[in-house]
């Protein structure tokens, strides 16, 4: 159903917010997102009720075992996250003049859905790297030679400990692209890849996802600014020290399925993200036309029980 809004939904720049690239953010692979109402339910499964194997045995004239199966379930709702960037009217007309071609409308729209993005990158990991939402038998803490900087540790060893202990068995590794660094020039893992003592080189990350029986290694690249507004910038890796190993159902959904977390993703107007175009006429001499970017969400952590975190996996 179409929602009235007070300035209309642009269908190009909605386009433009839709196909921007976000190669090296990797949040829609860390929590997926899944449709649903701005108000939705979502369940949690009593695991034990799918791996407790029941008598099904049956006499000639018995009745089969019953089983039940229950869910906990809770309700939530979507959160809108938006930015507005201005474009003076002065600026289109220039580029005309100076760079056909050149839209600098399109360009607000890019750099506002970069940016709200890059805080959805930070919140997900923000989310998943909270040590305090894993029990004790997931997660674990690296230190000294354990630690996969360190020439003496084994990196496989230590992942495949961990990932014979959940259940199910996980299918992706969610690394920080140094801890991805450290793995692949650890000489445990050359030495598994190059088959030689040699200790040197660089084994392929397709390798490790192949070695550990996984679907994929996800290497979170992205940077952000630290600083506050107005201090000198101070750029980070959102994804820095993450090791995070996730069992991810990407059929699963609010419904049904027992998966490590997804996104709920609210389509509003039929779009995931929608780009809204209104004029200020209090901007500038001419006025300026507003670029409103903006997507509804909410990440959830369903099962922590299906994810293993590696505190400090590199010193």
Known sequence: MAIATPFPINPVYTAIT??????????????????????????????????????????RQSKPNEVMFSSTEASDSVVSYGLDAPVPRTDPA?????NPGYDPLARATEGAT??????????????VLNASIYAGANKTTLSGTAQWSDAASDPIRAIKVAMSGLFPMPNQL????????QLQINPAVLQ???????GKGVAPLS??????????VVIGEAFANTAKEGQTATYARTWAGAALL???????????????????????NGQPRVAMQYFDPKRGILG????????????????????????????
Do not use: H
Not at 25 to 51: C, G, I, S
Not at 114 to 127: C, N
Not at 292 to 315: D, H, M, N, Q, S
């Open 18 to 59: 839709l196909r921007y690239p976000n190669t090296n953010l990797v949040a829609d692979q860390v929590l997926p997102r899944v449709r649903t109402p701005a108000t939705f339910k979502w369940r949690a499964y009593n695991k034990a009720e799918v791996y407790t194997v029941p008598n099904t045995l049956v006499g």
């Open 94 to 98: 220039m580029a005309a003049e100076n």
């Open 114 to 127: 970069q940016l709200v993005l890059l805080d959805r990158e930070v919140r997900v990991a923000s989310s």
């Open 174 to 181: 969610v690394l920080g692209a140094d801890v991805a660094t």
């Open 192 to 198: 598994a890849y190059t088959k030689s003592t040699a």
């Open 207 to 216: 390798f490790l996802a192949d070695i550990l029986g996984l679907k994929r």
């Open 246 to 268: 996730q069992y991810i159902n990407e059929l699963a959904d609010n419904n049904d399925g027992l998966t490590y977390g997804y996104t709920a993703n609210w389509y509003a």
């Open 288 to 315: 300026s036309d507003v670029i409103r970017v903006g997507e509804f969400l909410k990440e959830i952590v369903v099962a922590p029980e299906c994810g293993y975190l590696f505190i400090t996996p590199i010193a």
